[in-house]
């Protein structure tokens, strides 16, 4: 599944970023860019080009889909979390939930 989510995005490379032993300001000098700019990427505060997208990745060794897509196993989770949200809700608040959800989903059609 293709993310546009900055915030997830921005965690996703500090992750890989952190797994790689390199600090913001080693990322950021072989992407050309400024620590700051490099820094409110990971924070999710700025959107960027394909370019520096593309930049940011060859600098850490990766492909764009690494931080670009969510595997199964990650949506999986994410589904499990939201259904334990929506199971600890009280009734009324679960059929609202539900309501809203179906109306979004019809409105894919």
């Known amino acids: 599944m293709l993310l546009f989510d900055l915030r997830r995005i921005g965690n996703q490379l500090l992750a890989i970023r952190k797994r790689s032993g390199l600090t913001q300001a080693d990322v950021a000098e072989a992407a050309g860019l400024s620590d700051r700019t490099y820094a409110d990427i990971e924070r999710g505060t700025v959107n960027m080009r394909i370019e520096t997208i593309l930049r940011i990745c060859?600098?850490?060794y990766i492909t764009p889909d690494e931080?670009?897509?969510?595997s199964d196993a990650q949506?999986?989770?994410q589904q499990e979390e939201?259904?334990?949200?929506?199971?600890a809700c009280n009734p009324k608040d679960k059929e609202t939930a539900l309501r809203l959800l179906s109306v979004y989903?019809?409105?894919l059609d």
């Open 105 to 107: 989903l019809q409105s």
């Open 82 to 87: 939201i259904l334990a949200r929506l199971n």
């Open 58 to 60: 060859n600098a850490l």
């Open 67 to 70: 931080i670009l897509t969510q």
């Open 75 to 77: 949506m999986t989770t």
